[in-house]
């Protein structure tokens, strides 16, 4: 994999960049990756698998933070808190973490920490940013972004139901939520929930607020993980978790009560590029690894080494397009978000989200079969890789709503369109006039 890209300009990319994919790369490569045994191999045991971190990653997190691989994600506009690269840039940087699971978490760049840090930054007070920023952005805390619901379709976020009714100094919040990924981490010591306050307000989006809850706070009650398709991602995981009278001084709201439906507008836009990117990733490692399983000169069928038949020549020439399609796209939205604002580049980032994750479960799905047995099998990585694009259909947005707004948004060039046909139609005929035929 390397950091060109024919569609950019060189002039795109600084020196800075460079230095730091150069750096990223070998770290992912030779630190990481061989690293991820020992992970698997320091995971605790039954129950324990949700209480110990595998000691590896904070070895891996000191040497990252030493070689200035630390909070890439944040863009020129945190450049208070330590960024520096542009979209763009940090785009090619998550491509490479793709690569490997681990990665992101030892270069401070894993989600959902990624874009809870954006939402303290862009929308916390300074109180709020010393006591939950600060330490997210030194990897010593770990965060959860707690929205869903398994009572309402919560793809339309309206539909959230938790009630965080204020008492006096303080909000009083009740509700069950689901899939709140990254609760139970015993390193996660602090939600970020989203719950309506105003419950009547006309304005259905402003119904909602955003409210800040240390972990430890009574009446957080864990229900259990949930499985995604058969992984439970531990110590990561997906929790269901009830709210139960869990009180909180009002000082915790963010940014003001009715307020939250606009942060989870501005928190996912560069997310779902970063997601997209590992997703380039993960399909690059994917196609990687069949291209070497079907050239192993020792798994031969019906006379003939696997990549001599022409059925896998064509799948795997059919999976490098559709990887380079689905790189441009992102590439593409990235570079939007650079220059309009991911609010502005919504288009490209629906585009984006929709096609790359279908575009891996494809890729994935042909490298499994291309390994038989093997291929659903623990001995690679493919079955996670598989599983990821599945549930990146679904999370941070389900394909159907954002295909529902950008179809929306193509047909209001209806008029436009309609428009151009009269103009072309009319010349038509005054060109065919003029012959005289
Ligand atoms: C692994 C994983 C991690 C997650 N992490 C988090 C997290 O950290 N925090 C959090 O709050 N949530 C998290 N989620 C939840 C995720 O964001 C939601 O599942 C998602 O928004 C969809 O909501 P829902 O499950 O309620 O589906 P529903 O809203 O019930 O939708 C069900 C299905 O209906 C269809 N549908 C919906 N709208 C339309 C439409 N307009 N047109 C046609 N069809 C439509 C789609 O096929 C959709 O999949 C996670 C989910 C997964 C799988």
């Known amino acids: 994999m390397s950091a060109s890209c024919n569609l950019l300009d060189p002039k795109l990319l600084s020196p800075k960049f460079h ?5 990223a790369k070998d770290f992912i490569e030779n630190d990481c990756i061989p690293a991820e ?6 995971m605790g045991k039954g129950e324990d698998r949700w209480k110990v971190i595998p000691p590896i990653l ?13 909070n890439l994600f944040l863009g020129h506009e945190y450049s208070s808190y330590g960024g520096g690269l542009s979209n763009l840039e940090y785009s090619l940087i998550a491509e490479l973490t793709g690569t490997c699971a681990i990665s992101s978490e030892a270069m401070n760049c894993s989600a959902p920490d990624t874009g ?15 006591q939950w920023l600060k330490p997210l952005l030194d990897g010593k805390i770990r965060s959860a972004f707690v929205m869903t619901e398994p009572a309402v379709a919560s793809s339309d976020a309206t539909n959230i139901e938790t009630s965080i009714r204020r008492e006096g100094n303080e909000y009083v919040i009740n509700g069950r939520k689901w899939f709140a990924s990254s ?34 706070t009574p009446g957080i009650e864990m229900i259990r993980p949930l499985s995604v398709v058969g992984y439970d991602h531990a110590p990561h995981g997906h929790w269901e978790v009830v709210f139960n009278n869990v009180r909180i001084p009002v000082k915790n709201i963010v940014l003001g009560e009715g307020r939250g439906f606009e942060i989870i ?9 970063h997601h997209c990117m590992r997703c380039i990733g993960m399909a690059t490692y994917a196609l990687d690894t069949m291209i ?8 031969r069928t019906f006379g003939k080494v696997l990549a001599e038949h022409g059925s896998i020549v064509e799948n795997i020439a059919k999976s490098r397009i559709e990887i380079e399609q689905a790189r441009f796209l992102v590439l593409s939205a990235a570079k939007k978000i650079d220059e309009v604002t991911a609010k502005n580049a919504k288009r ?21 079969q291309a390994h038989g047995a093997a291929g659903v099998s623990q001995v690679t990585k493919l079955p996670h890789i598989f599983v990821n694009a599945r549930y990146l259909r679904i999370a941070d947005g389900p394909d159907e709503v954002h295909l529902q707004q950008l179809g929306k948004a193509e047909l209001k060039r209806s008029s436009e369109i309609v428009e151009l046909q009269k103009r072309q139609q009319a010349r038509r005929e005054e060109i065919l006039s003029k012959a005289k035929l």
């Open 37 to 42: 045994a020992l992970y698997e191999a320091q």
């Open 348 to 368: 490209e980032i629906a585009i984006a989200k929709v096609a790359v994750p279908n575009m891996l479960q494809t890729v994935a799905d042909r490298a499994i």
């Open 292 to 299: 070497a399983r079907v050239t192993d000169p020792s798994r």
């Open 58 to 70: 904070e070895e891996l997190k000191t040497k990252a933070r030493s070689l200035g691989l630390w």
């Open 19 to 23: 230095e730091l994919y150069a750096k």
């Open 265 to 273: 507008q501005g928190r996912l836009g560069p997310g779902r590029i």
């Open 183 to 216: 609760t139970n981490n015993p390193n996660c010591k602090v939600l970020l929930v989203m719950g309506k306050t105003d419950k009547d307000n006309a304005n259905i989006h402003r119904q909602q607020s955003l409210v800040i809850v240390p972990r430890d």
């Open 116 to 130: 809870n840090m954006e939402v303290f930054a862009k929308y916390g007070n300074e109180e709020q940013k010393e």
